[in-house]
T-cell receptor, first 115, second 108 residues
Framework: GAVVSQHPSRVICKSGTSVKIECRSLDFQATTMFWYRQFPKQSLMLMAT?????????EQGVEKDKFLINHASLTLSTLTVTSAHPEDSSFYIC???????????FGPGTRLTVT | GIQVEQSPPDLILQEGANSTLRCNFSDSVNNLQWFHQNPWGQLINLFYIPSGTKQNGRLSATTVATERYSLLYISSSQTTDSGVYFCAVGAAGNKLTFGGGTRVLVKP
């Protein structure tokens, strides 16, 4: 149980285009999901908290107009990187929180490369 | 915000050795999780342990919440234990703050 999927696992896009990443909790409902990014050999940095049916809460320094988050259902949250630039290249990881235990379960990550 | 420090930052072990990883945090927490990040980037849940002691096979963890630290023990290490171990803490129902991680390499 407690499986989280992400799609795509890897994406290469050209500078200026937008990319959408999906995060799904497969066998449990998640009112709250989280989006992180990780640069090589660094720790995970929280970008935003995604709440079903309401606006996401962004961490300080994260541009909400650049990283659009939509939590449309209890099992799906999406992150759209708009007008991507090479500096947006990173590993993006989502997590879904168990409503019963508050334990977070992580997706396998999406490696974004912007050329 | 809460600060999380992990030590050591790097650890090289011979297969079969035991080791202890430490996580210190700066404030009271209701949520503490240990993860293993494999070479492909997937974070695998090891323990959800805001307090007390738990064991799962060769791994065990202890959190002393009043003293704001947690320990992860790896016994009889195997090459498959290689990777990065993260401690993450937070308030229940709230966001997690990650430590810097401990990079473990187990040599055959």
């Amino acid at each position: 149980g407690a499986v989280v999927s992400q799609h795509p696992s890897r994406v290469i896009c050209k500078s200026g285009t937008s990319v959408k990443i999906e995060c799904r909790s497969l066998d449990f409902q998640a009112t709250t999901m989280f989006w992180y990014r990780q640069f090589p050999k660094q720790s995970l940095m929280l970008m935003a908290t995604s709440n079903e049916g309401s606006k996401a809460t962004y961490e300080q320094g994260v541009e909400k107009d650049k990283f659009l988050i939509n939590h449309a259902s209890l099992t799906l949250s999406t992150l759209t990187v708009t007008s991507a630039h090479p500096e947006d290249s990173s590993f993006y990881i989502c997590s879904a929180q168990s409503e019963r235990t508050y334990e977070q379960y992580f997706g396998p990550g999406t490696r974004l490369t912007v050329t | 915000g809460i600060q999380v420090e992990q030590s050591p930052p790097d650890l090289i072990l011979q297969e079969g050795a035991n080791s202890t990883l430490r996580c210190n945090f700066s404030d009271s927490v209701n949520n503490l999780q240990w993860f293993h990040q494999n070479p492909w980037g997937q974070l695998i849940n090891l323990f959800y342990i805001p307090s007390g002691t738990k064991q799962n096979g060769r791994l065990s963890a202890t959190t002393v919440a009043t003293e704001r630290y947690s320990l992860l023990y790896i016994s009889s290490s195997q090459t498959t234990d290689s990777g990065v171990y993260f401690c993450a803490v937070g308030a229940a129902g709230n966001k997690l703050t990650f430590g810097g991680g401990t990079r473990v390499l187990v040599k055959p």
